[in-house]
């Protein structure tokens, strides 16, 4: 399983399969059920909730840190998640005097931040459900009930390990050059390996109904390299942004990371549609664009009726 895993993710079968990526005709079939589904309206519902259920358990998390030691890697995410929309406004280690938030409060604050996050995951996990079941709608099973939960404490653990293994204030121990290099290009690839697996088994969880031969590793990549430009996009515009000198910066810079939130959430049903969509277009994509998968015609056989005797 393991093999198979990252035989899917070597370089060389990306750069083998950019050729199916350039059907006109699937990206036409994407932007239809993209219309159709509302993924726009959709995918701003899941940024508000997911934005909220974010604030909520990161600032429970730090005033939790003021009488409980928490992990390294769960309190630099907490942090990161405040500053990240430029609203942090306490250290990751807070004096002791200050005045800290009830046990009570605390509680019920990290009660209703869980339940935002959710609820943006259910909305999502029913857009992709509606994506793979072709717009109709499944019974509700314990199933259906238990996989937000589940797929939720996936997300969040995948980002304390993608924090774990890319955060740079982690590295204690200084190596010289090339192995250094070394480390950070396999931490790096460990992390995109992780979101590549929990893309792939939220994909597989969603459907209830899973097609043989429908493609699965189509979509993860496609998210991958998609969110991958977002990302060095939104590195570009806040380096950018940090060299002028400009009177509502910290705006700018909520608003550059709320865009790159809702574009992420975006790619998530973009990734799924395309895996549908392609186990229908990947016999095309090897013919001329002129040529149509037209049907055989109905042989003479088949309008005999069998006599009985």
């Given amino acids: ?15 083998s399969s950019l050729a199916v990526y350039g059907n006109g005709r699937l990206w036409r079939e994407v932007w239809t059920q993209a219309a159709r589904s509302r993924w726009s309206e959709v995918g701003a519902a899941v940024a508000f ?30 942090h990161s998640v405040q500053t990240t929309l430029a609203l942090a406004v306490s250290e990751p280690n807070p004096p002791a005097s200050r005045s800290s938030v009830g046990v009570w409060q605390l509680g019920l604050l990290s009660l209703v931040a869980w339940v935002c996050l959710v609820s943006g995951t259910q909305k999502l996990i029913r857009l992709i459900t509606l ?54 290009l396999s931490r790096w690839a460990l992390a995109l390996g992780s979101v590549a697996l ?18 699965l590793w189509a979509g993860v990549r ?9 990302l060095g996009l ?6 950018w942004l940090a060299q002028q000198n400009i009177a509502y910066g910290l705006l700018l810079t909520l608003g550059i990371n709320l865009g790159v939130l809702y574009g992420c959430i975006w790619l998530v049903p973009l990734g799924a549609q395309v895996n549908l969509s392609l186990i229908r277009h990947r016999a095309g994509a090897s013919r001329p664009w002129s040529m149509s998968s037209v049907p ?14």
């Fill in 1 to 15: 399983m393991a093999k198979r895993f990252w035989h899917h993710l070597s370089p060389t079968l990306w750069v």
């Fill in 49 to 78: 909730f997911w934005l909220l259920g974010l604030l909520g358990l990161s600032f429970g998390l730090l005033q939790w840190h003021q009488t409980h030691a928490l992990p390294p890697a769960v309190l630099g995410l907490a």
């Fill in 131 to 184: 994506v793979y079941s072709n717009g109709s709608t499944q019974p509700h099973r314990w199933r259906t009930r238990l996989l937000p939960w589940g797929i939720t404490l996936m997300g969040l653990g995948i980002g304390v390990i993608i924090f774990a293994l890319v955060d740079r204030n982690g590295e204690h121990v200084a190596q010289p050059g090339f192995t250094q290099w070394v480390w950070r």
């Fill in 198 to 215: 929990g893309l792939g088994l939220g994909y597989r969880l969603v459907a209830q109904r899973w097609t043989p031969g429908l493609p």
């Fill in 222 to 230: 496609l998210v991958l390299a998609l969110g991958l430009g977002l």
């Fill in 234 to 239: 939104r590195s570009w515009a806040l380096s």
């Fill in 296 to 309: 055989p015609p109905p042989s003479f056989d088949s309008f005999k009726i069998k006599r009985r005797d």
